[in-house]
């Protein structure tokens, strides 16, 4: 214990130093840097169809028409006429965008499902900073067929977010899963496309008095590839740069009640078909949601007998080494104000992994009795608290539990920095004993100017019955990261403990010491070479882990090019060094085993993609080379196609051949994705999956009638076979419904 609070005493000290060098003014930034656009009150209400040219309600509102070309001319004017409105009343805020184009009838347009990527489309988003502290916020955003695209930004987009659309999964940075209470519509013609936006003030977080709120805006013309930004931003950087972001002044806006009471009622079906006598067994389940708003910045989400039936299941993955897959979080409950609970080494160390709660250890699913949840903002301070209670499961022997997480972090106005910390709890719900599990944590962001920042932590934890590993029970990290004009870099050192354990959180591995670097040059070539190039992206990337004895478990070095073009094609000419310690014997595949050795190899790392925008596109991913003293060949290929904005699917084929001393392997995972959406709010999805290494085939088909903020109804088929045998089959029809009370 003494060496651990040796340890929080200089962590305190260095942050302290830290911050007050942050805090001068040779790090500040100035609000005489950012561009500056006012919103206007109305009293005549815009009728929400599209047609904004027409309106009176947008006739004496002062348009936003000085957007900025991050790609392919940054820093030239947007090329096409851009008019953006910005407008409210008591109840609501408006959005108005008008898109000249003159090319109107090839607009590009790949989804209309609500969220769907609008990287290649053309599109409109607006990110707002409510509570203007440059790091946290709303996105909402359409494409011309008028979808619902919103997420919440925590910490400018910095979190363990993972891009892939299909696997939906977040721990912080930017929450795509966050579905909010609004409208949008939109309408085209010779002129182009236009769209307006009805965004309830509820359904926002804003601090009380606050005039001032933090904007940006982004207009994608993908038939030029083209982004560009009404703030405008170095090459690299996203719309959730929040601290580059311009300001909207002239707010005068009133707090707004906010309970909503979200009921479900639900049907399932279910046969198991390994049982002696396989039925069908029918079952009925009600639960209740509330949402409350104690303040406008703080909220309070209750839940009573939560039920994510609704939710796409897991994507199939295949373990070719000794540590642990990441699954991510899906669940819609879990999903909102996720970044503020995010406290780690995102994907390697998360204290707090809200999987945990519900679902067990094989992945069967633990049932959630309830909980409550806080979440929101004080001045500069970020609250949040959270407690579960789960049942018992008596034919698997799972005993009921309370999860507890308490966290607090306080952001520094103006400097990009903020402490924070920790508490995470796992008990059991009765006759404790010993039976508990808690981890302590600060964590702390530098921020150096616009440029930089030191992301750091410390956490310890605590379980009964476990002292005496190397290291102790102490996970420690420091990362120096640099963004800035093309360069991305960032070192990084990391420590955890053979007795660190988490019980509530993911490890990826255990008892390691391990030291990062990366160094990431954009380049845009002056001039129209080979057919058009973008971009070139040249980067080394380093990874190593070791043992508390010097021993090297892993080492991974990656030097890599990405060539760009403006027509959407890239193709990355990668080569990767590694190197693999293995202390025990373990088996890869059945009857395969990977002796204790040292392993040192090299591999080719090509991936290449078509313009992702047509009707068609491709995608490869290869890796040729050495693999634990033997050779691994694994291919990756991508299929996506789509009729019109309806109709999208995506075929994926992952094979790996595997040639070892101990043996050859062969296995492959087949991924279908199909999907209909009759119009934004009613599609149907099907994920059909085979993974050749468990003999598993499984479906999920789901039909959604969306209503407000992911309520309404959705029916559900899920089925698994083993070895192309039937094993179960689920058939479930949810209902849900928001009631706003104070409305």
Same mark, same amino acid.
């Given at each position: 214990?003494?060496?651990?609070?040796?340890?929080?005493?200089?962590?305190?000290?260095?942050?302290?130093?830290?911050?007050?060098?942050?805090?001068?003014?040779?790090?500040?930034?100035?609000d005489?840097?950012?561009?500056?656009?006012?919103?206007?009150?109305?009293?005549?209400?815009?009728?929400?169809?599209?047609?904004?040219?027409?309106?009176?309600?947008?006739?004496?509102?002062?348009? /936003?028409?000085?957007?900025?070309?991050?790609q392919?001319n940054?820093?030239?004017? @947007?090329?096409?006429?851009?008019?953006?409105?910005?407008?409210?009343?008591?109840?609501?805020?408006?959005?108005?965008?008008?898109?000249?184009?003159?090319?109107?009838?090839?607009?590009?347009?790949?989804?209309?499902?609500?969220?769907?990527?609008?990287?290649?489309?053309?599109?409109?988003?607006?990110?707002?900073?409510?509570?203007?502290?440059?790091?946290?916020?709303? %996105?909402?955003?359409?494409?011309? /067929?008028?979808?619902q695209?919103?997420?919440?930004?925590?910490n400018?987009?910095?979190?363990?977010?993972?891009?892939?659309?299909?696997?939906?999964?977040t721990?912080?940075?930017?929450?795509?899963n966050w579905?909010?209470?609004?409208?949008?519509?939109?309408?085209?013609?010779?002129?182009?496309?236009?769209?307006?936006?009805?965004?309830?003030?509820?359904?926002?977080?804003?601090?009380?008095?606050?005039?001032?709120?933090?904007?940006?805006?982004?207009?994608?013309?993908?038939?030029?590839?083209?982004?560009?930004?009404?703030? #405008?931003?170095?090459?690299?950087?996203e719309?959730?740069?929040?601290?580059?972001?311009?300001?909207?002044?002239?707010?005068?806006?009133?707090?707004?009640?906010?309970?909503?009471?979200?009921?479900?009622?639900?049907?399932?079906?279910?046969?198991?078909?390994?049982?002696?006598?396989?039925?069908?067994?029918?079952?009925?389940?009600?639960?209740?949601?509330?949402?409350?708003?104690?303040?406008?910045?703080?909220?309070?989400?209750?839940?009573?007998?939560?039920?994510?039936?609704?939710?796409?299941?897991?994507?199939?993955?295949?373990?070719?080494?000794?540590?642990?897959?990441?699954?991510?979080?899906?669940?819609?409950?879990?999903?909102?104000?996720?970044?503020?609970?995010?406290?780690?080494?995102p994907?390697?160390?998360?204290?707090?992994?809200?999987?945990?709660?519900?679902?067990?250890?094989?992945?069967?699913?633990?049932?959630?009795?309830?909980?409550?949840?806080?979440?929101?903002?004080?001045?500069?301070?970020?609250?949040?608290?959270?407690?579960?209670?789960?049942?018992?499961?008596?034919?698997?022997g799972?005993?009921?539990?309370?999860?507890?997480?308490?966290?607090?972090? $306080?952001?520094?106005?103006?400097?990009?920095?903020?402490?924070?910390?920790? %508490?995470?709890?796992?008990?059991?719900?009765?006759?404790?004993?010993?039976?508990?599990?808690?981890?302590?944590?600060?964590?702390?962001?530098?921020?150096?100017?616009?440029?930089?920042?030191?992301?750091?932590?410390?956490?310890?934890?605590?379980?009964?019955?476990?002292?005496?590993g190397?290291?102790?029970?102490?996970?420690?990290?420091?990362?120096?990261?640099?963004?800035?004009?093309?360069?991305?870099?960032?070192?990084?050192y990391?420590?955890?403990?053979?007795?660190f354990?988490?019980? @509530?959180?993911?490890?990826?591995?255990?008892?390691?010491?391990?030291?990062?670097?990366?160094?990431?040059?954009?380049?845009?070539?002056?001039?129209?070479?080979?057919?058009?190039?973008?971009?070139v992206?040249?980067?080394?990337?380093?990874?190593?882990?070791?043992?508390?004895?010097?021993?090297?478990?892993?080492?991974?070095? $990656?030097i890599?090019? $990405?060539?760009?073009?403006?027509?959407?094609?890239?193709?990355?000419?990668?080569?990767?060094?590694? *190197?693999?310690?293995? *202390?025990?014997?373990?088996?890869?595949?059945?009857?395969?085993?990977?002796? #204790?050795?040292?392993?040192?190899?090299?591999?080719?790392? #090509?991936?290449?993609?078509?313009? *992702?925008?047509?009707?068609?596109?491709?995608?490869?991913?290869?890796?040729?080379?050495?693999?634990?003293?033997?050779?691994?060949i694994?291919?990756?290929?991508?299929?996506?196609?789509?009729?019109?904005? *309806?109709?999208?699917?995506?075929?994926?084929?992952?094979?790996?051949?595997?040639?070892?001393?101990?043996?050859?392997?062969?296995?492959?995972? %087949?991924?279908?994705?199909?999907?209909?959406?009759?119009?934004?709010?009613?599609?149907?999805?099907?994920?059909?999956?085979?993974?050749?290494?468990s003999?598993?085939?499984?479906?999920?088909?789901?039909?959604?009638?969306?209503?407000?903020?992911?309520?309404?109804?959705?029916? %559900?088929?899920?089925?698994?076979?083993?070895?192309?045998?039937?094993?179960?089959?689920?058939?479930? @029809?949810?209902?849900?419904?928001?009631?706003?009370?104070?409305?």
């Amino acid at each position: 214990m003494r060496s651990y609070l040796n340890s929080i005493s200089c962590y305190l000290v260095f942050l302290i130093i830290a911050i007050l060098a942050s805090s001068s003014s040779l790090f500040s930034q100035t609000d005489s840097e950012r561009p500056v656009a006012s919103a206007t009150a109305i009293t005549e209400v815009p009728t929400l169809d599209g047609e904004v040219q027409n309106d009176p309600a947008w006739q004496n509102v002062l348009p /936003i028409t000085n957007l900025v070309q991050q790609q392919p001319n940054q820093g030239a004017p @947007v090329s096409e006429r851009t008019e953006i409105r910005i407008a409210y009343d008591k109840d609501n805020l408006y959005l108005s965008a008008v898109m000249y184009d003159p090319n109107a009838d090839v607009l590009i347009v790949t989804d209309s499902r609500r969220d769907a990527s609008l990287d290649e489309t053309d599109a409109i988003r607006f990110i707002f900073d409510t509570y203007h502290d440059t790091r946290n916020g709303f %996105v909402f955003g359409t494409n011309p /067929i008028g979808i619902q695209y919103d997420a919440q930004v925590d910490n400018e987009g910095q979190g363990n977010f993972n891009s892939n659309r299909a696997q939906g999964g977040t721990i912080g940075g930017f929450n795509l899963n966050w579905d909010g209470s609004w409208e949008v519509k939109t309408s085209t013609g010779d002129y182009g496309w236009s769209a307006e936006f009805q965004i309830p003030l509820k359904t926002l977080r804003f601090g009380k008095g606050n005039q001032k709120w933090g904007l940006n805006i982004q207009r994608n013309i993908r038939n030029k590839n083209e982004k560009s930004f009404w703030s #405008p931003l170095p090459l690299t950087f996203e719309i959730a740069r929040l601290s580059m972001a311009g300001d909207l002044i002239g707010l005068d806006l009133k707090t707004q009640g906010n309970l909503k009471l979200i009921p479900y009622v639900l049907g399932q079906s279910s046969k198991d078909f390994n049982a002696e006598s396989p039925e069908w067994n029918t079952d009925g389940e009600v639960g209740l949601d509330l949402k409350y708003s104690l303040t406008p910045s703080l909220t309070l989400d209750a839940t009573l007998n939560t039920d994510f039936a609704q939710v796409e299941v897991d994507e199939e993955q295949v373990n070719l080494d000794r540590f642990n897959l990441f699954f991510p979080e899906k669940r819609p409950f879990f999903l909102e104000n996720a970044g503020l609970f995010s406290v780690g080494s995102p994907g390697e160390i998360d204290l707090f992994f809200s999987r945990r709660i519900g679902i067990s250890e094989n992945g069967g699913l633990v049932p959630i009795l309830g909980g409550i949840r806080l979440s929101g903002k004080q001045k500069n301070t970020n609250i949040g608290f959270l407690n579960m209670y789960t049942s018992d499961v008596d034919d698997e022997g799972l005993n009921g539990n309370t999860f507890t997480v308490g966290r607090v972090n $306080h952001e520094f106005a103006g400097t990009r920095t903020s402490l924070g910390g920790v %508490v995470v709890n796992r008990s059991r719900t009765q006759d404790r004993g010993d039976e508990h599990n808690t981890v302590y944590a600060i964590d702390s962001k530098i921020g150096l100017g616009k440029k930089a920042q030191i992301h750091a932590f410390i956490a310890k934890s605590n379980t009964p019955g476990i002292s005496g590993g190397d290291g102790g029970d102490i996970a420690y990290r420091v990362r120096f990261n640099h963004s800035w004009n093309g360069w991305n870099n960032y070192i990084g050192y990391t420590q955890l403990g053979q007795d660190f354990n988490p019980e @509530v959180g993911f490890l990826q591995r255990s008892a390691f010491r391990k030291f990062e670097a990366l160094v990431f040059k954009v380049i845009r070539p002056k001039k129209d070479i080979l057919g058009g190039l973008l971009e070139v992206r040249p980067h080394v990337a380093y990874r190593g882990f070791w043992d508390f004895n010097g021993f090297m478990e892993t080492m991974f070095l $990656h030097i890599d090019n $990405h060539w760009v073009w403006k027509n959407g094609y890239e193709f990355h000419t990668g080569v990767n060094f590694t *190197k693999e310690g293995v *202390k025990e014997r373990f088996e890869i595949s059945d009857g395969v085993f990977v002796e #204790p050795g040292t392993y040192n190899h090299a591999e080719f790392f #090509p991936v290449a993609w078509t313009d *992702k925008s047509k009707p068609v596109s491709l995608s490869y991913r290869g890796v040729f080379g050495g693999f634990f003293g033997g050779t691994r060949i694994s291919n990756s290929l991508g299929i996506t196609a789509r009729i019109g904005d *309806k109709f999208n699917s995506e075929i994926s084929f992952n094979r790996f051949d595997i040639d070892l001393p101990g043996g050859e392997f062969l296995t492959h995972v %087949v991924r279908g994705r199909l999907s209909y959406s009759f119009t934004p709010q009613i599609f149907v999805q099907t994920l059909i999956q085979y993974n050749q290494s468990s003999d598993r085939f499984s479906t999920n088909l789901r039909l959604g009638w969306l209503r407000s903020a992911n309520s309404g109804l959705f029916i %559900v088929f899920n089925e698994i076979r083993d070895d192309f045998k039937q094993d179960n089959q689920l058939f479930t @029809v949810k209902y849900s419904h928001i009631f706003d009370v104070l409305k």
